[in-house]
């Protein structure tokens, strides 16, 4: 057989799902059933109305292609939402209805990246920027977001980064997996860097609703960054939505727009139809739910933050956004002399708990480990329970 593409090898994965499997083969294995307190998606399923929604446009034959970049009805609803924190009016044209939040990350960074490019990662981060990235060719410049800074870096430390060869910036605010939110100040750091060595920014802002303090601020609320920006966004993670796959890219730059629509075209044709009036009916029917979900991420927030700081050798900062809650284990680490992955793979066998390490998401994660608060606050109790027993028989030993 001839062999496969160069680029093949470099393409990575979400790590996250390698753990899982192998969770599902202990669970089967052993009979234990454990308590999932890793989970990187909403924990209640999609409200009624967006259900019903779906079901109505099937009813109503919507059942045939839209155009590629989306239903103009449900653009102009994006453009709409989108504008209410920028610095300028979004209109339909600068939208781009695609499969997800991931497509805008594979189809920005393609229309962009060529071998020898740089881009600025955070790290730790949503595994898929690296990936792509090395995929295409380019490579990836990490930049530290740690604990001790509220998982935000500084303007020297970003500006020590950049390079001739630098072209895009990932951005992501609030964050996956630290739950960090960039400040005002660094983001218009970020902006101003931006501009001076003429670069583009990635900014995935797909938790935008799940700011618990404070309000969320989006790097196009500064002048000279819609045109150079692509807005990543959809419903899955704020309409619970997750397995609809629709998300959208959002660019003053015509040229980046046209890109993205011409790949997207070459690989979709269009997001299905149906989805389209599903999130039509997310963005502009009733809220109430919403509203709900998000005050309960916030509830759970607090009840995990308090029952982890509880066990010996974790703590953890109270996170300002998303749903998850980066942990410090570094004194477990080194009391056992084991890695995060060691230590989360001891916790799930022995105290029959999923949470991720910290490594899943870059190197800079090595000290951390990653718990989710989707769940209910019943099996958040249990399984910090669980946790804490498990860790309070080994750490007197
Ligand atoms: C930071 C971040 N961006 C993008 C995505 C992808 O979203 P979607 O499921 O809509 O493709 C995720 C999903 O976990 C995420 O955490």
């Known amino acids: 057989m001839k062999s496969f593409s160069k680029r093949m090898p470099n393409l ?50 919507q059942t045939h292609y839209t155009p590629t970049p989306g239903l103009p009805v449900l653009r102009e609803a994006i453009a709409a939402e989108t504008s209410k924190n920028a610095c300028v009016e979004y209109e339909a044209k600068d939208v781009i209805v695609v499969s997800g939040g991931k497509p805008v990350m594979f189809y920005m960074m393609n229309a962009l990246l060529d071998p020898g490019d740089e881009v600025i990662v955070p790290n730790p981060s949503y595994p898929i920027y690296g990936s792509v990235t090395e995929y295409l060719g380019a490579t990836v410049v990490p930049i530290a977001l740690r604990q001790e800074n509220d998982f935000n870096f500084t303007i020297e430390e970003l500006e020590a980064k950049i390079t001739p060869n630098t072209k895009l910036i990932m951005v992501n605010s609030p964050q996956n997996p630290t739950g960090g939110v960039y ?104 809220q109430e739910q919403v509203e709900y979900m998000l005050q309960e991420y916030k509830n759970r927030r607090d009840l995990m933050v308090g029952l982890v700081n509880e066990i010996p050798g974790m703590n953890c900062h109270s996170p300002k956004g998303a749903f998850y809650l980066m942990v410090n284990v570094r004194e477990l680490l080194d009391k056992f002399s084991i890695t995060s992955a060691e ?14 390490p910290g490594t899943v998401f870059g190197h800079f994660g090595e000290d951390l480990v990653r718990f989710s608060y989707v769940s209910s606050e019943e099996d958040i109790r249990d399984g910090l329970a669980k946790i804490k027993s498990y860790i309070e028989s080994v750490y007197q030993t």
């Open 183 to 286: 400040t005002r100040e660094l983001l218009a750091g970020i902006a101003e860097l931006a501009k001076k060595h003429d670069l583009w920014v990635l900014s995935d802002e797909i938790y935008d609703r799940m700011v618990h303090e404070g309000e969320h601020v989006s790097i196009t609320n500064f002048e000279g960054m819609p045109e150079r920006t692509v807005i990543l966004n959809g419903c899955s993670k704020t309409f619970a939505m997750t397995g609809y796959r629709i998300g959208w890219a959002v660019t003053k730059n015509a040229e980046m727009a046209a890109y993205i629509e011409q790949l997207a075209c070459n690989d979709t044709s269009c997001v299905n139809t149906m989805t389209q009036y599903a999130a039509l009916e997310a963005l502009t029917g009733p």
């Open 12 to 61: 990575g994965t979400e790590n996250a799902f390698a753990v899982i499997t192998k969770a599902k083969q202990f669970e089967k294995e052993s009979g234990v059933k454990l308590v999932y307190l890793q989970i990187g998606e909403p924990g209640f399923d999609t409200p009624e109305n967006i259900k019903n929604a779906t079901i109505a446009a099937v009813k109503d034959n």
């Open 343 to 356: 230590l989360c793979d001891r916790i799930m066998r022995e105290a029959h708990v999923l949470i991720l």
